[in-house]
């Protein structure tokens, strides 16, 4: 079977990561896959099993999701964007999937909805039409008028066989943040978290007993990585250990590094190993993107948990809240972040000791591929 998941990150890298983790999922079933990404490159993210095809990239201008920049800051023009479509149908009528799986769109990626239904139309017009599914997280942001999540549920019953939810309905279903029609509920397949395996301990010893302190692979996090500095001199006892994403994370980490007094704080790019890291390590301190919840769940790790909340966004707010009843884990709001609330949230979370490691309910990647098998066969 011929698998193709199409996804474009514009600020993070969760996005991508989620559908690599799928397409390895659907590699892993012996079948043959095409993931195609629109956003930045990102190599710190494996890619073993899959065929990853990279569109002209796009990332957004901070938080503003409409206003989308290429690579090299330039507002992406209709010329650019018209070439991502092109690139887009002469890729699904190349690879001629069995399966097609759009990550996030229709329930977001409004600003890039030319090029998917470019591609939805073309796919739809090939001479086997493949099953068509929606690919989303267990929280969206909400639809700011009822119009978009009408026009969302008209572009499903248009295009799409289904739509994967990758979340546990009786821990959160979809309802929570998005508007679930009768009809919308008959289309939904509820997959469980998709997750890589729970990381092994780094073979090195990397990150054994610090504090880990990340903000994805995106260029945001700079006041978490500021009051992390300024929070480690206030505990000179610990080692800290700051991962800083994006593309211009050695200017990030330059101006940290003027910050930095003593020996007990490490400066240095995010690292393909940091999962391996987190097992051995004496607390995590992140954003709460839906990667980032999953390896904190699986590793049981003391968290401080600091949503991103910038441009309205809700959805990690109300990821950590949910981990907040969970031990060992407190949620610090941004506007409440400083060096002394940071050092107070992480000695309470210290003191509370890991927790016991959540050792099901990981396994929706593989659920998801059981999910569009089945669709695909009832066709045959």
Known sequence: MRTMIVVTHLLGTGHLSRALTLGRAFADAGHDVTVASGGMPAPQLNTDGVSLLALPPLRSDGTDFTRLLTADGNIADATYLNSRAIALTEAVRRVNPDVLITELYPFGR????????????????????????????????????????????????????????????????????????????????????????????????????????????GSVGQPIFRAAIEAAQKMPNRRWRLLVGGQDAEDRIT????????????????????????????????????????????????????????????????????????????????????????????????????????????DGARKSVEIATSLWEARQ
């Open 110 to 217: 409004r600003s890039l909805a030319d090029e998917f239904l470019a591609l939805l139309s073309t796919a739809r017009s090939l001479p086997y039409r493949p099953v068509v599914l929606s690919s989303i997280r267990d929280i969206l942001a909400p639809p700011s008028k009822p119009a978009k999540a009408a026009r969302t549920e008209e572009i499903i019953e248009r295009f799409y066989d289904g739509v994967l939810v990758h979340s546990d309905p009786e821990i959160t279903p979809l309802d929570a943040s998005w508007p679930v029609t009768d009809n919308l509920a008959g289309r939904l397949f509820y997959t469980g978290f998709v997750a890589p395996p729970a990381p092994k301990p780094h073979e090195k010893g990397e990150g054994a007993n610090e504090i880990l302190v990340s903000a994805g692979g």
């Open 255 to 362: 101006e940290l590094r003027r910050m930095t007094h003593g020996e007990n704080v490490i400066l240095e790019p995010v690292r393909p190993d940091f999962r391996q890291m987190l097992p051995l390590a004496a607390a995590s301190v992140s954003m709460c993107g839906y990667n980032t919840a999953m390896d904190l769940l699986q590793c049981a790790i003391p968290a401080v948990l600091i949503p991103f909340d910038d441009g309205k966004e809700v959805e990690q707010t109300l990821r950590a809240n949910s981990l907040a009843r969970l031990p060992a884990v407190d949620v610090l709001p941004s506007a409440k972040l400083t060096r002394e609330t940071l050092a107070q949230a992480l000695d309470r979370v210290l003191h509370q000791g890991p927790r016991k490691p959540l050792d099901g309910g990981f």
